[in-house]
Every structure is written in C-alpha cells, then in structure tokens.
Nanobody, 125 residues
Framework: QMQLVESGGGLVQTGASLRLSCAAS????????MSWFRQAPGKEREFVAG????????YYSEQVKDRFTISRDNAKNTVFLQMNSLKPEDTAVYFC??????????????????WGQGTQVTVSS
C-alpha cells in the first residue's frame, strides 16, 4: 500500500503562484509514475502533469504546459507541482496519484493504483 497526502492548496488571485506537495509513505515513489490530476465542480477528473519513474519523461496537459512544473524528490518521497500564472479555470481539487501505467494510458485515471485525498485550489478573478 501507498499513502499519498497532498498539501499546499489555497485561495489566490489570478496570476499568482502556488506549490503543491504530495508526500508518499508505504512505498518508494522512485518505482512509480507520479502524476497530478484535478477535478472541478461538475466536471470529470482530468490529467494535469505526470513524471515517469523510468526514463524521467515528463508530460503536461495542454491547459497547463508552460505554466505548471512537476518535479519529484525521490529522497524525500515527495512530488511537487509548481503552478504559476494561475487562472480562474485552474480552480479545482488537485489530486496526486501513483501507479505503473503504460505510456499510452498515463493520462487516464483508471491507470493509477493510489490516490491522495486532494487539496483545494481556488483562483479568484
């Protein structure tokens, strides 16, 4: 089992920055693809960013690339999501996920085994 705990969410204004953290326990994140998803009210959970364990490949959704940066500190067993130039449409609950998805499925929620409880990010206009 792996436990994931997100933190760092909050209420900010348009254009601000936030840094989310996902602290893992139970298993080492170095063995897994670590990703961030988000879910806005009334919408499905969507992929935001991911970092594969093997090869270090990183990918982003079109909505956040050039503004968000995912990073992983395997020594601290923690994954981060640096979010810059936040927009109201970034408002959502952000979830950390861990798993071993094939590359073709890395953006799918069903491909991940462990999830955190989420942290709320609200961007006011």
């Amino acid at each position: 089992q792996m436990q994931l705990v997100e933190s760092g969410g909050g209420l900010v204004q348009t254009g601000a920055s936030l840094r989310l953290s996902c602290a893992a326990s139970g298993r080492s994140i170095s063995d897994y693809t670590m990703s961030w998803f988000r879910q806005a009210p009334g919408k499905e959970r969507e992929f935001v960013a991911g970092a594969r364990a093997i090869g270090g490949r990183i990918y982003y959704s079109e909505q956040v690339k050039d503004r968000f940066t995912i990073s992983r500190d395997n020594a601290k067993n923690t994954v981060f999501l640096q979010m810059n130039s936040l927009k109201p449409e970034d408002t959502a609950v952000y979830f950390c996920a861990a798993g071993s998805p094939p590359i073709s499925a890395a953006r799918m929620t069903t491909a991940y085994e462990w999830w955190g409880q989420g942290t709320q990010v609200t961007v006011s206009s």
